[in-house]
């Protein structure tokens, strides 16, 4: 599940540019039904993400992004998506 969760947010940032969170929260549910992924949470992390959370989840490019993000965006992520954990 964690690897669907990581392919969410990857793809999050390979379709959009820097945006506010509704726009992550778009971008988040178009890519999970896109590659028929899990947007449950998707409506969660952006209202949990603030400004800074937001670009840092917009801005991954790679997995080792996704395990560099703050203790912040991983506690989003991991509120968000519980049974992934």
């Not at 945006?19 to 039904?33: H, I, K, P």
């Not at 896109?34 to 400004?51: F, M, P, Y």
Request: proline share 2%.
């Amino acid at each position: 599940m964690m690897k669907q969760l990581a392919a969410i947010v990857l793809g999050v940032s390979f379709v959009a540019a820097p945006a506010l969170a509704n726009d992550l929260e778009t971008q988040c549910v178009a890519y999970a039904s896109e590659t028929s992924g899990d947007a449950s949470g998707c409506s969660c992390l952006a209202k949990a993400a603030d400004g800074a959370m937001t670009e840092e989840l917009m801005a991954i490019q790679s997995e080792a992004d996704i395990e560099a993000l703050s203790d912040a965006s991983k506690g989003a992520i991991a509120s968000c998506w519980p049974e992934a954990y």
